[in-house]
C-alpha cells in the first residue's frame, strides 16, 4: 500500500483532533462586484488539471469545482433582477470539523483538517461511493463519470502541482491545497513559521477580474476576509441547516440575500 | 438424469423442462452480466447516474432488496432466539432467500462504485463515523452467517448427505445454529438501521436528514421495524409464488398466517412510529432549516402521492388485511397485503434516496429528474432471475419444505 | 481502520464499533471451529 | 496409481483452500487497487524547475499585461500581471485560454497550401520557402500584370506594428486596399473627428467617473478593456455609499444591467433618442455647463451660413424635437425617468455617457454617438478627470520612409474597392462591409485577385455572413496567417500560419477605452511549438521576395528587430516590466483640445458641412433605423446577446470556456434564445422547446429559454457560437448570430451599424 498515498494526499499535517487550529482559511466573494464572467471557473479548472470533454451542457456531469449558479429574484420584467454566485467548495467546519461530507466518507478519503479549516479529497483512496455528494446540498463534490481525456498536446499545459484524477473518483475544490503547501514550505525554508496574506492566495481569487472574491485566515484580524465577514450585509449559503461553511457572501441587496438560504413563507430574513 | 440428486420420495419435474426454465432465467442473468461488464469496463458515464443524482436505481434496488430479505433473519430470530417453533418449517426457505437478497446486494454494491477494484477500502481505511462503513461491514458479516446457515441445507442433499464427514458437519452446525442465528440477528438490526442512518444523518438533505436518538438518527430504527415487518411478507410472497409454480402446497396455511400475523402488528407498529417521526420532521426539523413541509413534496413523481401511497395505500391498507383475521385468511387479500406491503417499502427506500437527493437545497438551484438506463434496470431486476434460479436448484435438490411430503400425499 | 494507517486516533466510535464487529466475527469464528473440530473428532470417533 | 475422480475433487478442493488462505488473493487485490491509483492512461504531468514569464495577451484589443507560470518549457497556467496598469492582476477567461491556443487542437502546424476545393479542408504542406515563393509568384505576376491594386489585405486592427506592416507591404506593392476588420472605433473615430477634431478613439476615465450612462455598452459584459472595465466597476461598487452610480440603457437584462443602480429599460436601437431627451432636460433646465458651451463649443446656438440663412443649432434642435414625452414616445422610456436621469446626470461629479452597444466591437450609427457624446459636452466632461478623452497613444520611432516604385505609386493612386475615403464616403477609412455588395453587385469597380488576411475572420465574425462568404469566395486567391484552423483560414488558398500569442513577440498599444497611455510586450514565453513563422517575418520574407522597389521599404532583417527599433528607448523598460506608461500623461486643456478648424467642440460637424444635404444633417440626432422585412412577418426584434463567456470576435472560444457556458444558452448543440415569457405565450412558444428562428436573412433552429429579464417582443442570441471550423470542442455547436442579422448602413460612414434583425419564432 506504499503506491496509494503517493498523490493526492492533503491535508493531514497535524490532523488530529484538537490540535490547535491554527488557520482557518475562508473566502468573502462579493456579489455585488462579480460580474458573473466565469474567469474564476476557468482559473480554477487550469489550476487544477480539471479535465473537459467535447460536450459539456449536460451541467449535471460536467465538473466544475468552482462553479457560477445564477439566481433571479422571480419578478417579471422590467423589475427581473439576477445575480450570479460562485460556488466553491464551502469547506464546511460543521460543528468541530463534522463537515456534511466528511463524516459519511467510508473510507476516510475526505478529511477535515483541523490546521487550516481546509476539506481535503484523497484521490486514490476514493472507491466512488458518492454518498459524499448525497451529503453536501452544495453540489460541490463532482464525480469523475469519465476517464480525464486531454486532447492534442493539451496534456502538455497540465501543471504537476495537482495530480489529474482517474475516472471514477470524487473530486472538488481544495482552496488550492498546493499552493498552501507551497507557501508553507517556502515559509519553513525562510525560518517562519507562519505565512503571509499574500503568499497563499486561490487561483480564483487572484485570477477574478472584479476583484469580488477576497480570501485569508477568517481568525486572523490583520487578514481583509476578517473584517469583511462581520459586515452586516455579509452571508453565508444555507447556514441554518448547520453546516458552517467557510465561504462567506457579500450582497447589499436584500433579495440576494434571502436567496442564499430558505425561509418558511412568511419567515424574515436574517 | 438427474434424479439420483432429487430428495427421496419427492416429486419435481421432468429435467428438460427444468432446463428450460433455468436456461430461460439464465438469460437475464446473462444480459445483467453483460450489462455489468460495460459498467466496470468503461465506468459509470454508461448509467445515467450524475453528479445530482449519485444514488439512483442501484441504491433504491440495494435498499430495497435488504429490506425484502429481512424475512431471513427475522424468521431465524422468532425461531431460534423466540422460540416459536412453527416457523422451522418456511426458516429454509426464508434462509435461502434471504441468501439471495443479500449476495445481489453485494453484487449490486460492486457495480454502483466506481473503483470497484477498490471497494475493499471500505474495510481497510474504515471510517467507523460513517454509517456506510457500519452497513459494509454487518452486510459483509450478515452475509457470512447466512451462508452459514445455508451450508446445512446444501448439505442435506441426497448424495452430499452420504458422506460422513459431510453429515457430521451439518448435523453439528445444526446444533449450534441458535448462535449463529442470534448473532446474525444482531448483525441484521444494525446493518438495517445503518442503512436507515445513512439518509438519516444527511443534515444537508432537509428531506432526508431526522433528528438524533443518542448516535443514531431516527431513520435508523425506522429501517429496523419498516424491514422486519415486511420482510415476512416477502418470504409469504415467495413461498406462495413457488407454490403457484410447482402447483404443490410446500408450507401449511397455519404457518403462513402466523407470519403475516407477525408482520401485520409489525407493520401496524412501524407506521405509528413512521407517523410520529414524519409529524416531528415536518413540524419541528424542517421548520428550523427554513423549510416548508410542502416544498418537499413539489412534482410529479415526488409529490404529496408518493407520501399517501407510501403511508396510506401500502401502508394503512395491508397492515389492517393483515391484523385481521377474517381478510388476513381471504387468500386474495392476503396475497394483495403482502405485495403492498413490500411495495410500501420499496416506496419508502426510493425517496430516502433519490427522493432525497432530487430536491435541491439552494433556492437557486434547478430541479432535475432521473430515469434509470437498461444497464440500470437490468442489473436492479437481475436479482429476481437470480432468485428464480437458485430457489428452483435449491427446491430441486435439496429438501427444503419439510412438509412437503405431508402435505402432498 | 487499523492503527497503521497513518491518520488513525481513538476514539469512543472505534470502541464501540471494533466492540460490536470483532464480537460478532468472534462468534462466527469460535463457532465455526468448534463445528470443524467437533466433526473432526466425530467421524475419526465414528471409525474408517 | 491414476487419479480418481474423489481423488481429484480433493486434489481441486485443497488447492482451493491452499490458494484461498496464501498471501496471493490478497497481494492480488493490492496489486490491482494500486494499478487503478496508477492507471496509465491517466497522465501524470512531469514536474521540474517553474519560473514566471512577464508577456501581454494580444487575444483581444483590452491589452492586458499577463503572467505565464512554466514548469521547465511547458506553461501551464496564465496570470494576471500584478501592477499593471490595466488589469493589475486580474485576467479574464479569454486570456487564461490562450493556453489551449497554443497546446490545442485546430492548430495549424506548418504552411499548408489547398489540395481539394475551397473549403473542403484538404490541404498539402508545403515548406515555408515554397510558401513564401507561391504567394510571390502570384503578387509579382499582379504586378507585372499592372494589376497590383487588386491585392488588399485585412487585418483584426489597424493599430500595431503588425498592422503596420501590411499597411507599409501593400503601399510598397501598390494597393491602396487596406482592410480592417469593421470595429466601434470605425465609428467612434469619425464622431470624434467629427466633434473634436482629433481622428482618434475615445478614452474613457471609468475609474474616476462617479455617474455613468451607458447606453448598451455591456460595461461588465466584455466592453472595452474588459479587465480594466470590471475594476472600475468594482471602483464604483465601493463607491456606492458616495453616489457612484451606474445608469444601464438597454433592452435586456445583461449583466451590466442587473449591476446597475438603474435598469432604463429601451426599445433597441433608439439610445440615441433618448441621450438627446436627456439633453433636451438639461438645456431647457440651463444645467449645462455654460462657460465651456461659451468659450469652447460651436454649434449650440443658432448660427447664420454665408448665405445669410439662420439655421437651428444644437439647441434648438434639441429643444424643439426632443422633449421627454417625444423621446418617451420613441424609446418607451418613462418621461419623468427621463427627466430625472438628466437632472442627476447634470448635477453628477463626473457624469459620464458611454457608447458602443454590447462588448462595443460593432460600429455604431455617427450620429448616434455624436447624441451621446454631446451629453459630455453638455457638463464639459471631456478631458477632465472621470472624463472622456481620446485614445492617447505611446509614440513610438518612425520607420524609414516608404519606397515606392512607379507601380507602387500608380497602383496606390487607384480608388479603394470599398469607396471608403472616395465622394461617397470620404471621411471612412475602411469598409469592409460595403465588400459583398460591390463584389456581387459589380457596381463597375475593379474586382480583388488576392486577399491576405490576418488576425480576422471575416467569414464567421460579419453580419449577413452568407453574403460576405459568398463575395470572399470570389477572390481567387486567398492567404491567411492564422495559427488556427477558423473559418477563413479554412477558405484559403494558401495558410503561412502564424506563432500563437505565447509564442511571438508582438507590441501591444495603449488599450481600447484607456485615458492613460499605456504600451505592454507580448513575449514569447514557449518555444514554437510547430513549424509556423511570426506573419511579422513572414510580411518581410514575402517582401524581400518582390520584384520592384517593395524590398527597399524593408530593410530590418526581422520582425524582432523591427521591433526594437520601432519601441527605441522603450524596449528595455518593455523587456523588463512587461509594460510602459506614461505616468505624467494629462489630457489637454479645453484651449488646445480641439483641432477642429474652429479650435471648439463642434454640436455643428462643419467637417460635414459642404457635402450634406441640410444642415440639420451637421447636428446629432437620431435617425431611426430600417429593418429588413415586414412586421407582419417578422413581428419580433432579434438582438444579439454578448456575453465574457462567449468569445466572438476572431478569437474563439477554448474548450474550458465553453465549459463555463450556461445550459440555458448553449445545450448539446443547441443554442437557446431569451424570450419573455409575456412572448411565449404570444407566439405560442414553450420553455426548453424548439422554435424555427427566421429573420430576412435566414432561418435557424433554437432552442426557447424563457426570461423574465428581456423585453417583450424582443428576442436574444447569444453571439459566438455556431463556428464551422476548429474542433470538435467548438465546431458545429449551437448558431451564429451573425447568419440572421443583416447590414444596415449607416448613411454617414458606410459603416455596417445592424444592431439586431426583425424577427419571428416559431414553435416546431
Same mark, same amino acid.
Given at each position: ?21 491554527? @488557520? ?14 466565469? /474567469? ?71 478529511? @477535515? ?57 470524487? =473530486? ?76 462567506? @457572501?457579500?450582497?447589499?441587496?436584500? &433579495? ?15 | ?17 427444468? *432446463? ?43 435498499? *430495497? #432488496? ?80 447466512? %451462508? ?12 452430499? $448427505? ?5 453429515? *457430521? ?8 445454529? %441458535? ?92 407506521? /405509528? ?91 437557486? $438551484? ?28 435449491? !427446491? ?14 | ?8 486516533? &481513538? ?15 468472534? +462468534? ?5 471451529? !468448534? ?14 | ?181 469593421? /470595429? ?6 469619425? %464622431? ?25 455598452? /455591456? ?43 438603474? &435598469? ?56 424643439? =424635437? ?110 469592409? $462591409? ?60 494558401? #495558410? ?59 530593410? &530590418? ?54 457635402? *450634406? ?20 412577418? @417578422?413581428?419580433? #426584434? ?78 436574444? +442570441? ?47
Amino acid at each position: 500500500m506504499k503506491e496509494e498515498h503517493k498523490e493526492g494526499v492533503q491535508g493531514h499535517e497535524g490532523g488530529a483532533h484538537g490540535h490547535g487550529e491554527k @488557520y482557518k482559511f475562508g473566502m468573502v466573494i462579493d456579489l455585488d462586484k462579480c460580474t458573473g464572467c466565469g /474567469s474564476c471557473m476557468v482559473a480554477c479548472m487550469t489550476e487544477n488539471n480539471v479535465p473537459y470533454k467535447k460536450n459539456e451542457t449536460n451541467k449535471l456531469d460536467s465538473i466544475t469545482w468552482m462553479r457560477v449558479f445564477k439566481a433571479t429574484n422571480g419578478k417579471p420584467y422590467p423589475d427581473t433582477d439576477i445575480c450570479y454566485f460562485p460556488r466553491p467548495c464551502m469547506h464546511c467546519e460543521g460543528e468541530h470539523g463534522h463537515a456534511p461530507c466528511v463524516s459519511v466518507c467510508p473510507a476516510t478519503a475526505t478529511d @477535515y483538517n483541523y490546521e487550516t479549516g481546509i476539506v481535503s479529497q484523497i484521490y486514490t483512496r476514493c472507491f466512488g461511493c458518492r454518498y459524499c455528494m448525497a451529503a453536501c446540498p452544495y453540489h460541490a463534490r463532482y464525480f469523475n463519470w469519465w476517464d480525464p481525456v486531454w486532447p492534442d498536446d493539451t496534456k502538455e499545459s497540465l501543471s504537476p502541482d495537482v495530480s489529474p484524477r482517474m475516472r471514477g473518483v470524487v =473530486e472538488k475544490c481544495s482552496f488550492c491545497f498546493h499552493r498552501f503547501q507551497g507557501a508553507r514550505d517556502k515559509a519553513y525554508a525562510e525560518g517562519r513559521r507562519e505565512i503571509t496574506e499574500n503568499e497563499y492566495q486561490t487561483a480564483c481569487t487572484q485570477a477574478c477580474p472584479a476583484g469580488a472574491i477576497v480570501f485569508g485566515d477568517l481568525n486572523n484580524p490583520e487578514h481583509k476576509v476578517h473584517e469583511l465577514k462581520q459586515s452586516p450585509h455579509a452571508f453565508r449559503l444555507l447556514e441554518r441547516l448547520g453546516t458552517n461553511p467557510k465561504v462567506y @457572501y457579500h450582497s447589499t441587496r436584500s &433579495w440576494v440575500r434571502r436567496a442564499g438560504d430558505n425561509y418558511l413563507t412568511n419567515e424574515r430574513s436574517k | 438424469m438427474d434424479s439420483a440428486l432429487i430428495p427421496k420420495g419427492l416429486k419435481r419435474c421432468p429435467f428438460p423442462q427444468f *432446463a428450460l426454465w433455468i436456461g430461460a432465467w439464465s438469460f437475464i442473468m446473462l444480459w445483467a452480466a453483460i450489462a455489468a461488464v460495460i459498467a466496470w469496463a468503461y465506468g459509470l458515464n454508461t448509467t445515467n447516474l450524475n453528479d445530482y443524482f449519485g444514488f439512483g436505481a442501484w441504491i433504491t434496488a440495494d435498499l *430495497a #432488496i435488504i429490506a425484502l430479505g429481512a424475512g431471513a433473519f427475522f424468521t431465524g430470530f422468532m425461531r431460534y432466539v423466540l422460540g416459536i417453533d412453527e416457523f422451522k418449517n418456511i426458516l429454509n426457505y426464508a434462509v435461502i432467500i434471504g441468501f439471495i437478497c443479500y449476495s445481489s446486494a453485494l453484487a449490486i454494491l460492486a457495480l454502483d462504485i466506481g473503483q470497484p477494484l477498490r471497494g475493499w477500502f471500505i474495510f481497510w481505511h474504515a471510517n467507523v463515523h460513517s454509517m456506510l462503513t457500519e452497513v459494509a461491514f454487518c452486510i459483509s458479516c450478515y452475509f457470512t452467517v447466512l %451462508a452459514i446457515e445455508y451450508i446445512p441445507i446444501i448439505l442435506e442433499n441426497r448424495q452430499l $448427505d452420504k458422506v460422513p464427514t459431510l453429515h *457430521a458437519f451439518s448435523h453439528n452446525l445444526h446444533h449450534i445454529m %441458535a448462535v449463529f442465528a442470534a448473532t446474525g440477528a444482531f448483525l441484521s438490526f444494525f446493518h438495517q438501521g445503518s442503512l436507515g442512518g445513512v439518509a438519516g444523518v444527511l443534515f444537508g438533505r432537509p428531506f432526508a436528514f431526522r433528528v438524533h436518538a443518542s448516535i443514531w438518527p431516527t431513520t435508523f430504527f425506522l429501517f429496523i421495524f419498516s424491514a422486519i415487518a415486511c420482510g415476512p411478507c416477502f418470504t409469504i410472497l415467495v413461498t406462495r409464488l413457488t407454490e403457484a409454480i410447482t402447483r404443490k402446497k410446500l408450507v401449511a396455511r397455519n404457518v403462513i398466517l402466523k407470519l403475516a400475523t407477525v408482520s401485520g402488528w409489525l407493520l401496524v407498529g412501524y407506521l /405509528s412510529v413512521k407517523m410520529l417521526d414524519t409529524l416531528y420532521w415536518a413540524a419541528v426539523t424542517l421548520p428550523k432549516m427554513g423549510v416548508n413541509f410542502f416544498d418537499m413534496y413539489p412534482q410529479a413523481p415526488f409529490n404529496l402521492w408518493i407520501l399517501i401511497a407510501e403511508l396510506g395505500i401500502c401502508g394503512a391498507i395491508p397492515a389492517a388485511i393483515l391484523i385481521t383475521k377474517k381478510t388476513r385468511e381471504n387468500e386474495f387479500l392476503l396475497i394483495l397485503a403482502a405485495i403492498l406491503n413490500c411495495t410500501g417499502i420499496c416506496i419508502n427506500r426510493y425517496v430516502m434516496t433519490v427522493q432525497a437527493l432530487a430536491l435541491p437545497v439552494m433556492p437557486f $438551484d434547478k430541479f432535475y429528474n432521473y430515469v434509470p438506463n437498461w444497464i440500470e434496470w437490468i442489473t436492479s431486476l437481475a436479482p429476481f432471475a437470480f432468485m428464480a434460479i437458485l430457489l428452483s436448484l435449491s !427446491y430441486r435438490y435439496l429438501p427444503i419444505f419439510p412438509q412437503e411430503k405431508e402435505l402432498n400425499p | 481502520m487499523l492503527p497503521f494507517v497513518f491518520e488513525w486516533h &481513538w476514539d469512543l466510535g472505534h470502541v464501540v464499533f471494533h466492540g460490536g464487529l470483532w464480537y460478532a466475527l468472534s +462468534i462466527l469464528g469460535i463457532g465455526m471451529t !468448534y463445528v470443524s473440530v467437533k466433526t473432526y473428532f466425530d467421524v475419526k470417533r465414528g471409525g474408517h | 496409481m491414476s487419479l480418481g475422480r474423489r481423488g481429484f475433487l480433493q486434489f481441486c478442493l485443497g488447492a482451493g483452500a491452499g490458494i484461498t488462505f496464501s498471501p496471493l488473493p490478497w497481494k492480488l487485490m493490492d496489486d490491482s487497487a494500486i494499478w487503478t491509483q496508477n492507471w496509465p492512461w491517466t497522465p501524470v504531468p512531469p514536474g521540474g524547475e517553474v519560473s514566471i514569464e512577464k508577456t501581454a495577451c494580444t487575444l483581444c484589443p483590452g491589452g492586458c499585461g499577463i503572467t505565464v507560470r512554466k514548469v521547465k518549457d511547458r506553461a501551464i497556467k496564465i496570470e494576471g500581471m500584478k501592477g499593471h496598469p490595466i488589469n493589475d492582476g486580474g485576467v479574464c477567461l479569454l486570456g487564461m485560454s490562450a493556453l489551449y491556443k497554443l497546446y490545442g487542437g485546430a492548430r495549424i502546424k506548418g504552411p499548408l497550401k489547398r489540395a481539394g476545393k475551397r473549403g473542403e479542408g484538404k490541404w498539402e504542406q508545403i515548406p515555408w520557402n515554397a510558401a513564401i515563393a507561391e504567394i510571390s509568384k502570384e503578387l509579382n505576376q499582379k504586378r507585372q500584370d499592372g494589376l497590383s491594386h487588386t491585392v488588399a489585405s485585412m487585418t483584426g486592427t489597424d493599430r500595431g506594428t503588425v498592422s503596420q506592416l501590411f499597411k507599409r507591404l501593400l503601399a510598397a506593392y501598390g494597393s491602396p486596399n487596406v482592410f480592417t476588420a469593421p /470595429s466601434l472605433q470605425d465609428s467612434e473615430r469619425l %464622431a470624434l473627428k467629427l466633434m473634436q477634431g482629433d481622428y482618434a478613439s475615445a478614452g474613457y476615465d471609468l475609474e474616476n467617473a462617479r455617474y455613468v450612462v451607458s447606453f448598451g455598452a /455591456s460595461i461588465i459584459d466584455g466592453w472595452g478593456s474588459p479587465v480594466r472595465a470590471f475594476r472600475a466597476h468594482t471602483r464604483w461598487a465601493e463607491k456606492a455609499a458616495e453616489g457612484a452610480k451606474l445608469v444601464q440603457v438597454e433592452a435586456c437584462l445583461s449583466n451590466t444591467a442587473a449591476k446597475a443602480d438603474t &435598469w432604463l429599460t429601451i426599445k433597441p436601437g433608439t439610445e440615441a433618442a433618448l441621450a438627446l431627451g436627456l439633453a433636451h432636460v438639461i438645456i431647457k433646465e440651463k444645467s449645462y455647463n455654460k462657460a465651456f458651451i461659451r468659450d469652447y463649443c460651436l454649434g449650440f446656438e443658432d448660427w447664420q451660413d454665408s448665405g445669410g440663412t439662420v439655421h437651428k443649432g444644437f439647441k434648438q434642435s434639441v429643444l424643439k =424635437e426632443y422633449s421627454p414625452d417625444a423621446v418617451s414616445r420613441i424609446t418607451g422610456v418613462p418621461a419623468d425617468r427621463i427627466s430625472v436621469i438628466a437632472r442627476e446626470f447634470a448635477q453628477a461629479k463626473g457624469a459620464l455617457a458611454v457608447w458602443g452597444r454590447g462588448k462595443g466591437t460593432r460600429p455604431m450609427a455617427v450620429h448616434d454617438i455624436m447624441a451621446i457624446h454631446a451629453l459630455n459636452a453638455l457638463v464639459a466632461n471631456i478631458n477632465k478627470p472621470g472624463g472622456v478623452t481620446v485614445l492617447p497613444d505611446v509614440t513610438t520611432v518612425p520607420w524609414p520612409s516608404l519606397v515606392q516604385d512607379d507601380i507602387a505609386k500608380s497602383g496606390t493612386k487607384q480608388p479603394r474597392v470599398d469607396r471608403a475615403g472616395t465622394d461617397a464616403f470620404p471621411l471612412s477609412e475602411s469598409l469592409f $462591409d460595403q465588400l459583398p455588395k460591390l463584389i456581387k453587385g459589380g457596381t463597375g469597380e475593379y474586382p480583388l485577385s488576392v486577399l491576405l488576411v490576418h488576425g480576422a475572420n471575416p467569414y464567421y465574425t460579419e453580419h449577413d455572413r452568407t453574403a460576405v462568404a459568398e463575395a470572399l469566395d470570389r477572390i481567387p486567391f486567398i492567404v491567411s496567417f492564422s495559427s488556427r484552423m477558423d473559418e477563413t483560414a479554412n477558405h484559403a488558398d494558401l #495558410i503561412l500560419p502564424n506563432h500563437t500569442s505565447l509564442e511571438r513577440y508582438e507590441d501591444v498599444p495603449t488599450p481600447i477605452s484607456s485615458s492613460l497611455p499605456v504600451m505592454s510586450l507580448s513575449r514569447p514565453v514557449v518555444s514554437p511549438q510547430c513549424d509556423t513563422r511570426h506573419v511579422g517575418d513572414s510580411l518581410i520574407a514575402i517582401a524581400k521576395s518582390l520584384d520592384g522597389s517593395v524590398a527597399e521599404s524593408f530593410p &530590418w532583417d526581422d520582425y524582432e528587430s523591427l521591433l526594437k527599433a520601432t519601441l527605441g528607448d522603450k524596449w528595455s523598460v518593455l523587456e523588463k516590466e512587461g509594460y510602459w506608461k506614461d505616468e505624467g500623461y494629462t489630457p489637454a486643456d479645453w484651449s488646445q483640445a480641439f483641432r477642429n478648424a474652429s479650435g471648439k467642440f463642434e454640436f455643428l460637424a462643419t467637417t460635414l458641412l459642404a457635402g *450634406a444635404k441640410s444642415a440639420k444633417d451637421c447636428l446629432p440626432q437620431y435617425s431611426r433605423a430600417k429593418l429588413k422585412g415586414e412586421e407582419f412577418m @417578422y413581428p419580433l #426584434i432579434l438582438i444579439p446577446c454578448e456575453s465574457m463567456r462567449l468569445a466572438d470576435g476572431p478569437v474563439a472560444n477554448s474548450p474550458l470556456m465553453t465549459k463555463t457556458v450556461a445550459d440555458t444558452v448553449l445545450k448539446n448543440d443547441d443554442l437557446c434564445v431569451e424570450v419573455n415569457p409575456k412572448t411565449a405565450i404570444a407566439h405560442g412558444l414553450t420553455d426548453e422547446r424548439m422554435a424555427l428562428l427566421s429573420t430576412p436573412k435566414g432561418k435557424a433552429k433554437v432552442k426557447i429559454h424563457l426570461f423574465d429579464g428581456i423585453q417583450p417582443g424582443v428576442v436574444a +442570441i447569444p453571439t459566438g457560437l455556431g463556428h464551422t471550423a476548429y474542433d470538435d470542442y467548438l465546431k458545429g455547436k449551437g448558431v451564429n448570430s451573425n447568419d440572421l442579422i443583416g447590414m444596415i448602413e449607416d448613411e454617414a460612414s458606410g459603416l455596417d451599424i445592424a444592431w439586431g434583425s426583425r424577427a419571428s419564432l416559431k414553435s416546431i
